[in-house]
């Protein structure tokens, strides 16, 4: 089958990483499945705008969007439990309070069973071993594991192979990359405090702050 024929699920979140990892899809000939879920998160809304208008972008025609009551039943995160700040004093050794419980794991599992009723022979998810800092979910090692997995539980003639082309990227080595493929920065969003304007403080703003910086640009999103 030649690669023009091929379909690549995209786990979407609205966010730089996982933005560059579809067009990245895109880019190598793949056609773009794209997934996106709302899990009760606090900018919940915001990322799913950012998610439609990044599709559009991308010329997405089949896309998926998931609401998943679990990840609020369960709390144990600041994303997910009104009752927990979100840190905003820099990055610290441990599991951060931000992590939510096994989420690639569940995405990933949901995302396979879409690759598997679509035909796709791949999964693209934007998970940077930088971003790990205590997340279990986004490390190399971990993926693979879940793509062997995946493959042991789906039928015989289902194969299917996790892209995960950002996991030993740099954040400036990604602001650069997205610059080169010409990605909309500008519709993409990291917050995980605010929908209308990035708090500047949480960790995943420091780090894609951080990013644009040591790439010598400008970060296109407004910050309090």
């Given at each position: ?94 599991v951060p309070l931000t992590y939510v419980p096994f989420r690639n ?85 990291s917050c995980y405090k605010n929908e209308d304007e990035a708090c ?25």
């Open positions: 089958m030649d690669i023009k024929n091929k379909k690549a699920v995209c786990v979407m979140s609205g966010g730089m990483d996982s933005t560059l990892s579809a067009y990245m899809m895109k880019n190598s000939g793949y056609e773009i499945v794209a997934v996106h879920f709302n899990y009760d998160q606090r900018t919940q809304n915001k990322e799913l705008e950012c998610f439609h208008k990044i599709c559009d972008t991308l010329g997405v025609i089949n896309k998926y969007v998931l609401d998943l009551v679990f990840f609020k039943q369960l709390g144990a995160s600041a994303l997910t439990d009104k009752n927990i700040e979100v840190p905003t004093e820099g990055l610290k050794d441990g794991g569940i995405f990933l599992s949901m995302a396979a069973a879409i690759a598997e009723k679509e035909g796709a022979e791949a999964i693209s998810i934007g998970v940077v071993e930088e971003d790990s800092s205590g997340y279990p979910d986004c490390t190399e090692e971990y993926i693979k594991s879940m793509q062997s997995s995946i493959n042991l539980g789906t039928k015989d003639e289902t194969n299917i192979e996790i892209k995960m082309p950002l996991v030993h990227l740099q954040k400036s080595q990604i602001v650069q990359k997205a610059l080169e493929l010409e990605v909309p920065l500008s519709l993409t969003w500047g403080m949480c960790d995943s703003c420091r780090l894609r702050l951080n990013g644009f910086k040591i790439a010598g640009v400008d970060d296109p999103i407004n910050y309090k």
